[in-house]
């Protein structure tokens, strides 16, 4: 398989902590409080990569390029073989929802990749995946969903501490392991009384 250099194609310092969105563009995800945050967040060195399409992702540019957000980078749609190595390069993930109560029982299937790959994730998602993931799992940091404060207070603490960004990751990957892989939930489910 080959190895694409994301820091180097997207002109992005070894310095910077970069922060993964990936996925649809939709008005489900609420990837408005990523560009909030990177407003927040302009002189950090810090940077917010948005890979995907959707029907949201025209308005999402548009505000950026408004706002000149110099640390929000857009990418399409990506070959699935080369999402591994995107979050790879990535330094945590961000997984987010729109503040709705519908959302509270809602486990966003992009989460195990970056997880499994021992990523930290920062989740915007309220209800089953903040108990399982943040509370259980301790795998990330939570923020409130639609709260680019917050979010901009959880990528601050990951960025400045990167000892708990690994120990988050390596809790994560852990954590899916033991619970959300497949042989295992195989074995468990023919092995109850």
Same mark, same amino acid.
């Given at each position: 398989?080959?190895?694409?250099?994301?820091?180097?194609?997207?002109?992005?310092?070894?310095?910077?902590?970069? !922060?993964?969105?990936?996925?649809?563009? *939709?008005?489900?995800?609420? =990837?408005? &409080?990523?560009?909030? +945050?990177? %407003? #927040?967040?302009?002189?950090?060195?810090?940077?917010?990569?948005?890979?995907?399409?959707?029907?949201?992702?025209?308005?999402?540019?548009?505000?950026?390029?408004?706002?000149?957000?110099?640390?929000?980078?857009?990418?399409?749609?990506?070959?699935?073989?080369?999402?591994?190595?995107?979050?790879?390069?990535?330094?945590?993930?961000?997984?987010?929802?729109?503040?709705?109560?519908?959302?509270?029982?809602?486990?966003?299937?992009? !989460?195990?990749?970056?997880?499994?790959? *021992?990523?930290?994730?920062? =989740?915007? &998602?309220?209800?089953? +995946?903040? %108990? #399982?993931?943040?509370?259980?799992?301790?795998?990330?940091?939570?923020?409130?969903?639609?709260?680019?404060?917050?979010?901009?207070?959880?990528?601050?603490?990951?960025?400045?501490?990167?000892?708990?960004?690994?120990?988050?990751?390596?809790?994560?990957?852990?954590?899916?392991?033991?619970?959300?892989?497949?042989?295992?939930?195989?074995?468990?489910?023919?092995?109850?009384?």
């Amino acid at each position: 398989m080959k190895i694409f250099l994301w820091r180097k194609t997207l002109n992005i310092p070894d310095t910077d902590f970069i !922060l993964l969105y990936a996925g649809i563009i *939709g008005h489900a995800q609420g =990837l408005e &409080v990523i560009l909030n +945050a990177a %407003e #927040l967040m302009r002189d950090a060195p810090v940077k917010f990569l948005i890979v995907g399409d959707g029907p949201e992702k025209e308005n999402l540019v548009r505000v950026a390029t408004e706002k000149s957000l110099t640390n929000v980078i857009f990418q399409p749609n990506l070959q699935k073989s080369k999402i591994p190595s995107l979050i790879k390069a990535c330094n945590a993930y961000i997984v987010p929802l729109k503040k709705l109560d519908l959302f509270k029982g809602a486990i966003p299937s992009k !989460l195990f990749e970056p997880l499994a790959m *021992g990523k930290p994730i920062i =989740l915007g &998602v309220d209800g089953e +995946a903040r %108990e #399982l993931f943040i509370e259980e799992g301790k795998a990330g940091l939570y923020f409130e969903p639609d709260n680019a404060v917050e979010l901009a207070d959880r990528i601050k603490v990951l960025s400045l501490n990167p000892s708990l960004a690994i120990t988050l990751g390596e809790q994560g990957q852990r954590y899916v392991k033991e619970n959300f892989n497949r042989q295992c939930i195989h074995e468990k489910f023919f092995t109850k009384p």
